[in-house]
């Protein structure tokens, strides 16, 4: 039974630089999330899928990001012209369709610093 | 304005002692509840979670009450290990969309 995985696990890039980021839910699992966290704070949401449908987006997501689930399986996050601020760590979660249960489980994330 | 709220930043318990963390929330449209617990440099790990029907879950040493005419909820872990240090994320949602983070409780367990 494999989790969610996330790749890269770290990132660096450099200011100005386009970075992407790869998740892979749980098998299965129809729904999909992006997070965001910095030092100090939870995580943040970005955005939301049900199947390919991206259903929720946070104002937090600029119009620098975009995310896909083209297929309805794994889901890509772009960061478009990366600014120092970007720096945090991306977290993608999944979770079953079931009823009135919320439980989301969360991949290791990818950590990104932008110099 | 932050909607879920962990007071403690941290919180020092000796080992087999309750632990007892809590959270605060000011949305009346959250009806679901979760903690997570999270280790350095990995993802939040899913611990136990409560519906605004419930007014306590229990699942082993971990059991969460809730109480909505306060918007209040914390989490008992009994007795603690040295395992459970670790920082303990409060989350709520009002449906299949994305949690609301509180900023965390970071446990430690003192042998």
């Known amino acids: 039974d494999t989790g969610v995985s996330q790749d890269p696990r770290h990132k660096i890039t450099k200011r100005g630089q386009n970075v992407t980021f790869r998740c892979d839910p749980i098998s299965e699992h129809n729904r999909l999330y992006w997070y965001r966290q910095t030092l100090g704070q939870g995580p943040e949401f970005l955005t939301y899928?049900?199947?390919?449908?991206?259903?929720?987006k946070s104002r937090l997501l600029s119009d620098r990001f975009s995310a896909e689930r083209p297929k309805g399986s794994f889901s890509t996050l772009e960061i478009q012209r990366t600014e120092q601020g970007d720096s945090a760590m991306y977290l993608c979660?999944?979770?079953?369709?079931?009823?009135?249960?919320?439980?989301?489980?969360f991949g290791p994330g990818t950590r990104l610093t932008v110099t | 304005d932050q909607q879920v709220k962990q007071n403690s930043p941290s919180l020092s318990v000796q080992e087999g002692r309750i632990s007892i963390l809590n959270c605060d929330y000011t949305n009346s449209m959250f009806d679901y509840f979760l903690w997570y617990k999270k280790y350095p440099a990995e993802g939040p790990t899913f611990l136990i979670s409560?519906?605004?029907?419930?007014d306590k879950n229990e699942d082993g040493r971990f059991t969460v009450f809730l109480n909505k005419s306060a918007k209040h909820l914390s989490l008992h872990i009994v007795p603690s290990q040295p395992g459970d240090s670790a920082v303990y994320f409060c989350?709520?949602?009002?449906?299949?969309?994305?949690?609301?983070f509180g900023k965390g409780t970071h446990l430690i367990i003192q042998p």
């Open positions: 409560i519906s605004s029907i419930k």
């Open positions: 979660a999944s979770s079953p369709h079931t009823g009135t249960a919320y439980e989301q489980y």
């Open positions: 899928f049900q199947n390919e449908a991206q259903l929720e």
């Open positions: 989350a709520a949602t009002g449906g299949a969309d994305g949690l609301t």
